[in-house]
């Protein structure tokens, strides 16, 4: 499950098809304790199986698109690569979180990641044990047309005829996409 996962993260789109996103996969416990700690004490991380560490070749994107692609485009296409891989765990039955929030320096230190590659997320991976009940948006309140604030379209795509197959369930939308297997 974890190599489909992995092949699933390669083929996020990035910016120019420049490819500057690594991750790192992390298993042993004594790590994933010291993870949790340079997590701001979130130590409920140490639970997960898997740990999956999304950085980027920041030097490798910033030589073709300069400091947008350093500050902005490196950010962008680690975050594809982190919901690849959240959606194909997804698939798979397995529960993920995206972390965001831990000291970089502490992570690096850990890892032994070099200077010039930037820790942007880390993403847990493993069966969950719970369900929680999570309230999302209807596409109606997310949606507009044409522009800003527009909530109806007169175009060729009214949202009425279309409204069975927006309310769908991420689950029964992810469970028609199909998995490589070796």
């Known amino acids: 499950k974890i190599s489909d996962i992995l092949d699933c993260a390669r083929f996020a789109s990035s910016s120019g098809n420049i490819q500057n996103s690594r991750f790192i996969v992390v298993t042993k416990q004594e790590k994933k304790k010291k993870i949790a700690e340079a ?9 997960a199986p898997i740990l999956i560490v999304v950085c980027s070749d920041t030097e490798k994107i910033k030589k073709l698109y300069e400091k947008r692609g350093e500050r902005l485009y490196s950010i962008q296409n680690t975050s594809l690569v982190a919901q690849n891989i959240m959606l194909a765990a997804h698939s798979l039955n397995l529960g993920t979180c995206f972390i965001s929030a831990f000291n970089e320096a502490a992570i690096k230190r850990i890892l032994k990641i070099p200077e010039e590659i930037k820790v942007h997320s880390i993403i847990t991976i493993g069966y969950p044990n719970e369900n929680p009940k999570v309230k999302k948006d209807t596409i109606e309140g997310l949606l507009f047309f044409e522009e800003w604030g527009k909530k109806r379209s007169e175009g060729f795509w009214p949202l009425k005829k279309h409204k069975k197959l927006l309310t769908k369930k991420p689950k029964e939308i992810l469970s028609k996409l199909k998995l490589k297997k070796d």
Do not use: A, V
């Open 39 to 47: 997590c701001l004490n979130q130590h409920w991380i140490e639970t």
